[in-house]
């Protein structure tokens, strides 16, 4: 089997992570498979925030939990050291679409790189449909015109969880 899809069978969501900080090499391999990621029409029509502050992560965690009427502590992003926020140009042809093949790519390289991943889905409806989740926007420079599509949290893990079974089914051939 090769190494790409040795990758894609391993890949599996982290939710306890270490505490140091990803190096500053990974994290820029991470964010160049992002980039490279296929987007219709090539628009490339993401923009990707990546934020390392833990008091900034945290903030953000506890907002959306406020707004969101999530009880307290309210701890979406696993304690990573890295979240980055995926989003897509509002007038782009395929923004959710381009921003999550962009995240899967990240997700599939951190894995190549021993780095953990996991989605995390609250900022869409955070950022989207409140009103603090749109002063936090401009807090954090994020660029008008832009819809968030979701983030992915990194970091080195703490856990190795094992594979679960896949879905039977979900594949319908018509030859």
């Known amino acids: 089997m090769n190494e790409v899809m040795k990758t894609i069978l391993s890949r599996r969501s982290i ?99 021993g780095v953990g991943s996991c989605w995390v889905n609250c900022v869409i409806d955070f950022f989207e449909r409140t009103q603090d989740g749109k002063v936090m926007r401009k807090t954090l420079g994020i660029p008008d015109g832009y819809r968030c599509v979701g983030s992915g949290i990194f970091g080195y893990p703490a856990e190795r969880p094992a594979p679960k079974p896949r879905r039977e089914g979900t594949v319908h051939y018509i030859r």
Do not use: C
């Open 15 to 113: 939710r306890k992570y270490e505490q140091r900080q990803l190096e500053e090499q990974d994290l820029q391999e991470i964010l160049k498979a992002g980039s490279f990621a296929p987007s219709a029409m090539n628009q490339q029509s993401w923009h990707f925030t990546v934020i390392q502050s833990r008091e900034v992560i945290d903030s953000i965690a506890a907002a959306a939990g406020k707004a969101l009427g999530r009880g307290e502590p309210f701890t979406p992003f696993y304690n990573a050291p890295t979240l980055v926020l995926a989003f897509g140009q509002e007038d782009a042809i395929s923004p959710v679409s381009d921003a999550s093949l962009a995240l899967e790519n990240m997700f599939l390289a951190a894995a190549s790189l």
